[in-house]
């Protein structure tokens, strides 16, 4: 059974930092790909970044401008989020998600509702 265990999240002042992390255990292998999610309240999820665990691909949203790094770690299966200058309407809660076996390549065009297993949620706080 695959299990998912997101971490990192807290309070931040506004240009502030965290990194998160999500665990994942049960994969068969790395063919697997974990991605991040975040949603605020009253907003719809969205996907902000994934990465392929085999193939190291990596896909980011637009809308993070080059402020956030997700890594991956394709033997312990951990995936990491770096999120840099975090600004209030980064406030959310932020999920993993993975999706596989099978995923050798890119990791882009996979949506929300086709992640197969999700983590139960870290909360980020971003204050001004």
């Known amino acids: 059974e695959v299990q998912l265990q997101a971490s990192g999240g807290g309070l931040v002042q506004s240009g502030g930092s965290l990194r998160l992390s999500c665990a994942a255990s049960?994969?068969?292998?790395?063919?697997?790909?974990i991605g991040w999610f975040r949603q605020a309240p009253g907003k719809e999820r969205e996907k902000l970044s994934c990465?392929?665990?085999?193939?190291?691909?990596?896909f980011y949203a637009n809308s993070l401008k080059d402020r956030f790094t997700i890594s991956g770690d394709n033997v312990n299966h951990v995936a990491y989020l770096q999120m840099n200058n975090l600004k209030p309407e980064d406030t959310a809660v932020y999920y993993c998600?993975?999706?596989?076996?099978?995923?050798?390549?890119?990791?882009?065009?996979?949506?929300?509702?086709?992640?197969?297993?999700w983590g139960q949620g870290t909360q980020v706080t971003v204050s001004s």
């Open positions: 998600a993975a999706l596989g076996p099978y995923i050798w390549y890119g990791c882009s065009e996979y949506v929300a509702n086709e992640y197969d297993y």
């Open positions: 049960g994969f068969t292998g790395d063919d697997y790909a």
């Open positions: 990465i392929s665990l085999r193939s190291g691909m990596i």
